[in-house]
């Protein structure tokens, strides 16, 4: 077997190490959907979402949306503030901008960018349907 015959087992440990962890984490966020459905809506019995949103009076609801709203504004703050301003993805595929890549280590690596008659250009995607 060999060197090859471990290299096969390392990666099916990691596939299925990848996807156990996967599942929990998956099992482990829909947990935490529901506590905060529960906590934002106010219903504990085991109804449905729908039914408890339903019994929820109005003010409630729109409380909750309010607060939902003001959550998603400051992280969407807080990741323009700690990774800067990104160009919008039409610009990066005409080639007016650049994507940068994905920073490792804490340095950015190099900006990838597209050239602007790649194979995902707006003009040929439009041209091929």
């Known amino acids: 077997m060999g060197d090859r015959g471990a290299v096969r087992w390392a990666v099916a440990g990691a596939v299925v190490g990848t996807g156990v962890v996967a599942g929990l984490g998956g099992a482990g966020l829909t947990l935490l959907l529901h506590v905060v459905q529960h906590a934002a809506f106010g219903y504990t019995d085991d109804s449905t979402f729908l039914v408890g949103a339903e019994r929820t009076a109005p003010v409630r609801r729109a409380a909750v949306l309010l607060a939902a709203g003001f ?33 490792r280590g804490g340095k950015r690596g190099p900006a990838c960018s597209l050239p602007s008659r790649s194979c995902c250009s707006p003009r040929r995607l439009s041209m091929s349907s």
Do not use: C, N
């Open 71 to 103: 959550v998603a504004g400051v992280g969407w703050w807080g990741f323009t503030r700690i990774l800067g301003k990104r160009p919008d993805v039409s610009s990066a595929l005409e080639g007016e901008a650049r994507l940068p890549a994905l920073p």
